[in-house]
T-cell receptor, first 113, second 114 residues
């Protein structure tokens, strides 16, 4: 199994630009999670989906952030417009059911100049 | 709501020393408990887990026992190696959450010196 796939692995952009992060979960997993990790704030859950439906987006920091899951094999996290404080590592994880392991992707390191 | 509190770091040990990282939790249901490890530049990966009281999870020489009476899941290893240097996260997943959402601790950074 290929595991959770994220792209790009690194993204450098300028303030005000739109950024789109992509995630392909493990086949057969029906839950998908987006996290952000920084030194200051640690690991934060932004949003999660179950069967392609957003369940809880209370962790999304601002309206500049949006996430979609158009099908079971693909999700995007978009930041528009981006700001320097959005610089972080963004992880996607997938899982199956309550009480089960989450499988993390390698992350996307975002730098907003 | 659910919460996880783990030992503050960073923790620095010499090779072959004994490791304990404390973790306690608060949960409304009967959660599964996990330890994840994050090596530099990588995502989190499962180290071990336990799904019910008194279960012991183990992997790569690490162990943790699910203690319901003390709501704890402390991570231990008898003899650490330099390659164990990483960030360790304690987590729980409540079986009332159908989507498998987990609550993570803040992470403890372990550095093992030769």
């Amino acid at each position: 199994d290929a595991g959770v796939i994220q792209s790009p692995r690194h993204e450098v952009t300028e303030m005000g630009q739109e950024v789109t992060l992509r995630c392909k979960p493990i086949s057969g997993h029906n839950s998908l999670f987006w996290y952000r990790q920084t030194m200051m704030r640690g690991l934060e859950l932004l949003i999660y989906f179950n069967n392609n439906v957003p369940i809880d987006d209370s962790g999304m920091p601002e309206d500049r952030f949006s996430a979609k899951m158009p099908n079971a094999s693909f999700s995007t996290l978009k930041i528009q417009p981006s700001e320097p404080r959005d610089s972080a590592v963004y992880f996607c994880a997938s899982g199956t059911r309550a009480g089960d392991t989450q499988y993390f992707g390698p992350g996307t390191r975002l730098t907003v100049l | 709501g659910n919460s996880v509190t783990q030992m503050e770091g960073p923790v620095t040990l010499s090779e072959e020393a004994f490791l304990t990282i404390n973790c306690t939790y608060t949960a409304t249901g009967y959660p599964s408990l996990f330890w994840y490890v994050q090596y530099p530049g990588e995502g989190l990966q499962l180290l071990l887990k336990a799904t019910k009281a008194d279960d012991k999870g183990s992997n790569k020489g690490f162990e943790a026992t699910y203690r319901k009476e003390t709501t704890s899941f402390h991570l231990e290893k008898g003899s650490v190696q330099v390659s164990d240097s990483a960030v360790y996260f304690c987590a729980l997943s409540d079986d009332n959450t159908n989507a498998g959402k987990s609550t993570f601790g803040d992470g403890t950074t372990l550095t093992v010196k030769p």
